[in-house]
């Protein structure tokens, strides 16, 4: 995951937390933790490469709709993240 942009790691982190989501919602959560509009020329190519990496498979709901899954690579790359960001958190609080 180290290869990830921040955009493209806050993507797959979103993927996970949604069920299978369609391109829209991704965009949506998105918007809403960056405040402001994604545009479709940064989400979909920002998929795609994901989709590259064998991080996320990308299904067809139909002709114009894509839905977008974690793969078991997918999930070992977020686990060896957080096991990462543990080693230097050590579970401090770090909210004040």
Known sequence: MYDLTKFQRDC????VGLNE???LAIKAELEEYYEGEIHHGRLYPNLDTL???GLVEKGEIDRRTNSYEI???GRREIAARREWENTYLN???IVE
């Open 12 to 15: 797959l982190y979103t993927i």
């Open 21 to 23: 989501p369609k391109g």
């Open 51 to 53: 989709v590259d990496k």
């Open 71 to 73: 793969t078991r690579r």
């Open 91 to 93: 579970g401090e609080n």
